[in-house]
């Protein structure tokens, strides 16, 4: 059986103590931090940037963290900001660039891992041109922008689609779900083909986030 990744994203956690909530929740049993970024434009909120990211660095996080760039435009001026201070992982939405291959392969020249975001109202096939060089689909069940949102269910279908178009490949890219995932759904979005679950508002909104993840990881027997 496939080894589930969980992802918690910041966005729902208390600012005021970010670095202590992040630490707990890897000492808990977390795999991968999920790191929000949103520029009023690509989408109407605003979140936080490369110092963010460099400051969790500086305070002993050494976890892979993954940026989630919710921009328009996605530009390599921002994306060598976050790599210079240590994100992992470079998640950009195709319709974000003109140049999807230059930035995917920009990203890649860092030798940072790259992945594309799909948001619910963008097709599939924009992945396949593309399939050979990247490391993770994102595919987002809620509309991009908050958390605590509910799971679209329709996403359901398309989350088995590129799970049947990952296995006609012969490579190791990542399924990963962002949004509205839950105690609830977290067993079917994983039947249907998630490698990884992002869990805001699920894990942030609990005060007992080492029990909140052990619920996570009895569900998915990790
Ligand atoms: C939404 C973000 C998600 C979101 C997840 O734009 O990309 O990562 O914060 O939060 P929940 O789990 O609360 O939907
Ligand atoms: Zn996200």
Do not use: W
Not at 36 to 62: A, C, K, Q, W
Not at 143 to 151: A, D, L, R, T
Not at 169 to 176: A, G, H, P, V, Y
């Amino acid at each position: 059986m496939k080894k589930i990744l969980l992802a918690p994203s910041i966005l729902s956690a208390n600012f005021c103590k970010l670095g202590k909530e992040v630490r707990q929740v890897l000492q808990f049993g977390a795999d991968i931090i999920h790191f929000d970024v949103m520029d009023n434009h690509y989408v109407p909120n605003i979140t936080f940037g490369p110092l963010v990211l460099e400051s969790l660095r500086n305070n002993n996080i050494v976890h892979p963290i993954e940026v989630h760039l919710m921009v328009h435009p996605v530009t390599k001026i921002l994306i060598k900001n976050f790599i210079d201070v240590g994100a992992t992982t470079i998640i950009v939405h195709p319709e974000t660039t003109y140049d999807l291959n230059n930035i995917i392969n920009f990203i890649k020249s860092f030798g940072c891992k790259v992945g594309l975001a799909l948001s619910p109202n963008i097709e599939i096939n924009y992945l396949y041109p593309f399939l050979d060089i990247i490391d993770i689909v994102l595919v987002m069940s809620v509309m991009p922008g908050f958390g605590g949102q509910k799971f679209l269910l329709e996403i359901f279908q398309k989350i088995s689609c590129i799970r049947k178009l990952l296995n006609e490949q012969k490579n190791t890219i990542l399924l990963e779900v962002d949004g509205g995932v839950t105690l609830q759904n977290v067993k079917k979005i994983v039947t249907v083909g998630a490698d990884i679950v992002v869990l805001g508002t699920s894990l942030f909104g609990t005060n007992d986030y080492q029990k909140t993840l052990k619920n996570f990881k009895k569900i998915l027997f990790i």
